[in-house]
């Protein structure tokens, strides 16, 4: 069956980035695009962008083009996001999705 | 960008009662997603292509629309139906959600 493992919560201070796992399995991993959603507390869904994991090609969002950067490692089925300069408005569950299944999410906190 | 805009943004309904969602775009699209998520919970896909059931969803559930004007509908609801829903659309970049409409049982 399909599963999609995410990375556990991170707490992560002001400025640093973090780097956030997504391992697939139950399908072969480069037939999907995954997407990467994040969700502030209590509100929608906002998409971040996909990456194909056969080719590497990269669709980011505008508003997300200079926060993240997303990479597969197809030896491992697992896609990555990388999140740069973070502030309090990066604090959200972050999902990885192949819109039809979806991870579990992991929260990331921005802290000091 | 698409903006996508639910009504109605919170509702409440009674087991067995019938319960419709909109989901209205900016621009026309092609087709429409939906999506349940329980507090606590993953999004999980109720609906793809506008009217395609996904696996394991009870037949309760249908969607509909074209266009600008797309709807989910529950037939009747019931106690486990009570959650967000959200409809999403990808016709055009960025891919973007509604803003969600959240279902609570009477």
């Known amino acids: ?112 | 960008e698409i903006v996508l805009t639910q009504s109605p943004t919170t509702t409440a309904a009674s087991p067995g009662e019938k319960v419709t969602i909109t989901c209205l775009a900016s621009s026309s699209v092609s087709n429409m997603y939906w999506y349940q998520q329980k507090s606590g919970a993953s999004p999980k896909l109720l609906i793809y292509s506008t009217s395609s059931l996904a696996s394991g969803v009870p037949d309760r559930f249908s969607g509909s629309g074209s266009g600008t004007s797309y709807s989910l509908t529950i037939n009747t609801m019931e106690a486990e139906d009570a959650a967000t829903y959200y409809c999403q659309q990808w016709s055009s970049n960025p891919l973007t959600f509604g803003s969600g409409t959240k279902l609570e049982i009477k």
């Open chain 1, 1 to 112: 069956q399909v599963n999609l493992l995410q990375s556990g919560a991170a707490l992560v201070k002001p400025g640093a980035s973090v780097k956030l796992s997504c391992k697939a399995s139950g399908y072969t991993f480069t037939d999907y695009y995954i997407h990467w959603v994040k969700q502030s507390h209590g509100k929608s869904l906002e998409w971040i962008g996909y990456i194909n994991p056969n080719s590497g090609y990269t669709n980011y969002n505008e508003k997300f083009k200079s926060k993240a950067t997303l990479t597969v490692d197809k030896s491992t089925n697992t896609a990555y996001m990388e999140l740069s300069r973070l502030t309090s408005e990066d604090s959200a569950t972050y999902y990885c999705t192949r819109r039809d299944f979806w991870g579990p999410g992991t929260m990331v906190t921005v802290s000091s």
